[in-house]
Nanobody
Framework: VQLQASGGGLVQAGESLRLSCAAS????????MAWFRQAPGKEREFVSA????????YYADSVKGRFTISRDNAKNTVYLQMNSLKSEDTAVYYC????????????????WGQGTQVTVSS
């Protein structure tokens, strides 16, 4: 499985971005998809996941109410809509595919994309 993340950029605090993660194979019934992020000097942390099958979603407390994860099964693509961005959201964002369970644990995810940079200026 190959994952291609895109959509990052430089925005001001309070603005929005939508990240995309395109998979090389059908993931809707077999893989839970997730987003993680890593800020400079920090550990990679869980952001959000969407379970397969079923579509149940899960969010880190720090993004709950501001970020929305979704998937387009026809396009084998997962999205992360990020609203009301804050400077602390600045990080490289990675998409990942893993076992069909809902988890925030990195080792549950088998495949990783290359990352896309999100920078939020205050």
């Amino acid at each position: 499985v190959q994952l291609q993340a895109s959509g990052g950029g430089l925005v001001q605090a309070g603005e929005s971005l939508r990240l995309s993660c395109a998979a090389s194979v059908r993931t809707s019934s077999s893989y839970t998809m997730a987003w993680f992020r890593q800020a400079p000097g920090k550990e990679r942390e869980f952001v959000s996941a969407i379970r397969a099958p079923g579509g149940t979603t899960y969010y880190a407390d720090s993004v709950k109410g501001r970020f929305t994860i979704s998937r387009d099964n026809a396009k084998n693509t997962v999205y992360l809509q990020m609203n009301s961005l804050k400077s602390e959201d600045t990080a490289v964002y990675y998409c990942a595919a893993g076992r069909p369970i809902l988890s925030e644990i990195r080792r549950q995810y088998i495949y990783w994309g290359q990352g896309t940079q999100v920078t939020v200026s205050s």
